[in-house]
């Protein structure tokens, strides 16, 4: 399969030099997301919903693996199933077991990561008024 380097890039804004992405088939055309308008993820199977902070959801072939490796540090690994950006996190529900995100869904954090996840979002919390 061939290439178009110069094709490849056309859509994106100009200081995107070392940013990464997210591509997205959607109607026939490629969207390139940036990390900072995506909420969280969820993983099933092969496949992953991205959802977004301009409240739409994208359906990409890839696993929530894959997509993690070209995130940042934003994006914890809160479930099997989910992956959430701490930006979005509104609030902490039912000892911590929910997120409830800016977008009005609520994540599921597992059992074993509860501690984990606190801490990094009291941290987060933290970090984010002083």
């Known amino acids: 399969m061939k ?10 804004p ?10 997205v088939q959607s109607m026939g055309r490629t969207i390139f997301l940036s990390p900072d308008i995506i909420t969280f993820m969820e993983g099933e199977g092969n496949y992953t919903f991205i959802y977004t902070a301009t409240g739409k959801k994208y359906l990409v072939s890839k696993t929530l693996k894959s997509l993690a490796v070209n995130l940042n540090d934003n994006f914890i690994r809160v479930h099997k199933s989910y992956l959430v950006n701490t930006d979005y996190v509104v609030e902490r529900v039912e000892d911590d077991r929910l ?5 009005g869904k609520e994540v599921s954090v597992s059992r074993r990561k509860i501690k984990e996840i606190t801490g990094i979002l ?9």
């Open 3 to 12: 290439t178009f380097p110069s094709l490849a890039l056309q859509n994106l």
């Open 14 to 23: 100009a200081n995107t030099a070392g940013a990464t992405f997210v591509s």
């Open 99 to 103: 997120l409830r995100m800016s977008c």
């Open 122 to 130: 009291n941290h987060t919390n933290l970090r984010a008024t002083a």
